[in-house]
């Protein structure tokens, strides 16, 4: 998938959704109410439109992302915290991590256990960590990715601890992206 997200390969109804980039903060954010009646009208019949899903999990991981895209938190807990997958228990962390509930997206996180995104998530992220200051330094030297010291990076950014905010954000979404991506194969079988 390299680091281009091309929401055009997941249909027009993720794509009208997903396909502007959204570098959302670290925090909760203010949910982006532009889109409020597409997200609602969002189901897995409509979101996969015509379709074959073959891991109805997957799928509302999928509706589940694309309501933290757009910074509705509760609306993704709700469906994050009932899908019971490893890629659930990833949304689910993820959420936590923004709300920002540390140790409950950590909690999350030990569920995951080692995620196949993590691979290409340490690669990228060290990547994009080539000019960040020493508190995020890890990120290049990591030979597996640490979702418990990504959380720790990013509650230290928040609370103004270090100045990695920026590198967190794009972290964070190419996290996003490549979760999404893996959720979206995963439910139509691929």
């Known amino acids: 998938m390299g680091n281009t997200f091309d ?3 997941y249909g027009s109804v993720f794509a009208e959704l997903v396909g502007e ?3 959302n903060p670290l925090d909760p954010g203010s949910p982006n109410g532009d889109v409020r009646d597409l997200l ?3 189901g897995v019949q409509t979101a996969f439109e015509g379709q074959s899903v073959v891991d109805e999990d ?3 991981g999928c509706i589940s992302a694309v309501w933290l895209y757009h910074n509705f938190l509760d609306e993704s807990h709700t469906l994050s915290q009932n899908i019971p997958t490893e890629t659930g228990s990833y949304w689910h962390g993820i959420m936590h991590r923004r709300e920002p509930d540390f140790s409950n997206s950590k909690y999350w996180f030990r569920k ?4 196949p995104v993590f691979d290409d998530l340490v690669t990228e992220a060290a990547a994009l960590e080539k000019d960040a200051d020493d508190s995020a330094a890890f990120l290049s030297g ?3 990715w640490d979702p418990f010291a990504f959380v720790d990076l990013c509650e230290s950014a928040l ?3 270090s100045p990695a905010e920026s590198l967190c954000r794009e972290v964070q979404l190419r996290e996003w992206e490549l979760l999404f991506d893996f959720s979206y ?6």
Do not use: F, N, P
């Open 7 to 9: 929401a055009t390969q």
């Open 21 to 23: 980039r959204r570098l």
């Open 40 to 42: 609602d009208a969002l």
């Open 58 to 60: 997957m799928a509302q």
């Open 112 to 115: 995951v256990g080692d995620h």
């Open 142 to 144: 990591q030979t597996s």
């Open 159 to 161: 609370s103004g601890g």
């Open 185 to 190: 194969r995963k439910a139509l079988g691929k």
